[in-house]
């Protein structure tokens, strides 16, 4: 069965092209809006004029990276509760323990399949 998403807003924020289309042609395909970013200081001012309903940041970006995007994005209190799903191709404890203390609400580890990113959808956005 094919998950319907319809207008839910969901933020990309990778550095990697691949990884941005992947997801959003996915995300699309559910009816989502997709709104993506290449970075932490692209995706703050994305998220102050979208106000998305999820946001997936990878880890792994220059300038500004995935725990400091995440941390920055859950001290503001417009955005606290807005669920931040980290994605990484490390699949460390370290990394999972550090994305919880910034606030990020679960973790993927790229390559991510169809399905965990659905589930993370349906796991933390309520409908």
């Known amino acids: 069965m094919d998950e319907n998403f319809d ?6 924020i990778d550095d990697s092209k691949t990884i941005r289309r992947t997801a959003e042609t996915l995300l699309q395909k559910a009816g989502c809006t997709v709104i993506t970013a290449v970075d ?8 102050a004029d979208t106000n ?4 997936f940041v990878d880890i792994m970006m220059p300038r500004l990276d995935g725990y400091q995007t995440c941390a920055l994005i859950k001290n503001n209190s417009a ?16 990394d999972k323990a550090k994305g919880r203390i910034v606030g990020s609400d679960e973790y993927l580890t790229k390559p991510f399949s169809k399905e965990e990113l659905f589930d993370a959808i349906k796991q933390h956005v309520k409908s």
């Not at 955005?79 to 370290?94: A, E």
């Open 79 to 94: 955005f606290k509760s807005t669920p931040v799903i980290m994605l990484s191709s490390k699949d460390g404890l370290f």
């Open 7 to 12: 207008g839910l807003k969901v933020m990309v």
């Open 52 to 55: 998305p309903d999820i946001i």
């Open 40 to 47: 932490g200081f692209d995706a703050l001012s994305k998220i």
